[in-house]
């Protein structure tokens, strides 16, 4: 399929994002959750980088850029209705900026927060100062 036709299947919100799910294609863990513009779905698309929109930074964020724990497209799949998408990546290193493998680190247990997940890599190493996505 061509990636235009791709595009149009999305429904993009008000802002023109469409909130993105990885997952890693061989495990089935759930590794983050992040937004995709038109331009980073077909960025990701043409190059099976993944790349997704920072709405912090109003500009394309290709994963791994600064910390070199970058996602591979494996397949792009859409919902039922077109508005959300899900990546199957294969996640080289840590997904989340915080060192850990996935960005869902925190579970609610007996009406508390239990932190579930331990860092991998200090953010320091990801990325040589005091730094988030």
Same mark, same amino acid.
């Given at each position: %399929?061509? $990636?235009?036709?791709?595009?149009?299947?999305?429904? #993009?919100?008000?802002?023109?994002?469409?909130?993105?799910?990885?997952?890693?294609?061989?495990?089935?863990?759930?590794?983050? %959750?992040?937004?995709?513009?038109?331009?980073?779905?077909?960025?990701?698309?043409?190059? !099976? @980088?993944?790349?997704? #929109?920072?709405?912090?930074? &109003?500009?394309?964020?290709?994963?791994?850029? !600064?910390?070199?724990?970058?996602? @591979?497209?494996?397949?792009?799949?859409?919902?039922?209705?077109?508005?959300?998408?899900?990546?199957?990546?294969?996640?080289?290193?840590?997904?989340?900026?915080?060192?850990?493998?996935?960005? #869902?680190?925190?579970?609610?247990?007996?009406?508390?927060?239990?932190?579930?997940?331990?860092?991998?890599?200090?953010?320091?190493?990801?990325? &040589?100062?005091?730094? $988030?996505?």
């Amino acid at each position: %399929m061509h $990636s235009t036709q791709i595009l149009s299947a999305i429904t #993009f919100d008000a802002n023109g994002l469409v909130p993105a799910i990885a997952q890693q294609h061989d495990t089935g863990e759930v590794l983050m %959750m992040a937004w995709m513009s038109r331009d980073s779905v077909a960025e990701t698309l043409a190059t !099976s @980088r993944v790349c997704y #929109f920072s709405r912090s930074r &109003g500009a394309l964020w290709r994963k791994g850029e !600064s910390s070199g724990q970058q996602q @591979r497209l494996v397949e792009l799949r859409l919902d039922c209705d077109g508005d959300a998408v899900l990546l199957l990546v294969d996640q080289l290193g840590v997904a989340c900026h915080t060192g850990r493998r996935d960005c #869902f680190l925190r579970a609610a247990r007996d009406g508390q927060l239990v932190e579930i997940a331990s860092p991998l890599v200090s953010p320091e190493q990801l990325y &040589g100062h005091g730094h $988030s996505h």
